[in-house]
């Protein structure tokens, strides 16, 4: 079946615009999380929602990020006023089932931000 | 989660078997070993996890120590497709659904 899918693969913006990230999880899936990848940087968290419950937000580095994440299924991934600093690869995973299990984390192949 | 600690990088040659170790001294009794890799330009992908016991599949084998302190992952006969990061990641065994801690992984470079 269909795999993770994010859009757009690419997007370029000046400093202090808005952005908009989209992610289409694999059908089914409950859990979805974001993810960043800064150059030369590794993996860092920034936000996942499981099913109804309140979204972990713990991992946004300010209040210019946020996510929401509609019906369960697609979330868009919001950055207000873009910085330099906020250029890097976003990616966005998806799990299957809740607590309990050990479940895999499918992820799809991330948007390239750049701001300049 | 508890810390890993990998090699930055590793070389193999192409057809070869790769051993990539993970040390995990802090490991508790609960947390499971998994392996994540990702391919250039690509996000990251689902090798291989385990609790205690060796584990195979059709991608990779997990081979853990008897003290569960270290882990190595094997591949069988590297080719150039497997050129990627490699991370080893603890998750708590209750931890279903929770993100995934990266560290920096060890570059493995296959050469033909």
């Known amino acids: 079946g269909a795999g993770v899918s994010q859009s757009p693969s690419n997007k370029v913006t000046e400093k202090g615009k808005d952005v908009e990230l989209r992610c289409d999880p694999i059908s089914g899936h409950t859990a979805l999380y974001w993810y960043r990848q800064s150059l030369g940087q590794g993996l860092e968290f920034l936000i996942y929602f499981q099913g109804n419950s309140a979204p972990d937000k713990s991992g946004l580095p300010s209040d210019r990020f946020s996510a929401e994440r509609t019906g369960g299924s697609v979330s868009t991934l919001t950055i207000q006023r873009t910085q330099q600093e906020d250029s890097a690869v976003y990616l966005c995973?998806?799990?299957?089932?809740?607590?309990?299990?050990?479940?895999?984390?499918?992820f799809g192949p991330g948007t390239r931000l750049l701001v300049l | 989660d508890a810390k890993t600690t990998q090699p930055n990088s590793m070389e193999s040659n192409e057809e070869e078997p790769v051993h990539l170790p993970c040390n995990h001294s802090?490991?508790?009794?609960?947390?499971?070993i998994h392996w994540y890799r990702q391919l250039p330009s690509q996000g990251p992908e689902y090798v291989i996890h385990g609790l205690t016991s060796n584990v195979n599949n059709r991608m990779a084998s997990l081979a853990i120590a008897e003290d569960r302190k270290s882990s190595t992952l094997i591949l069988h006969r590297a080719t150039l497709r497997d050129a990627a990061v490699y991370y080893c990641?603890?998750?708590?065994?209750?931890?279903?659904?929770?993100?995934?801690?990266f560290g920096k992984g060890t570059r493995l470079s296959v050469i033909a």
């Open positions: 802090t490991i508790s009794g609960t947390d499971y």
């Open positions: 995973a998806s799990s299957l089932r809740t607590k309990g299990h050990q479940e895999t984390q499918y």
């Open positions: 990641i603890l998750r708590a065994g209750n931890s279903g659904n929770t993100p995934l801690v």
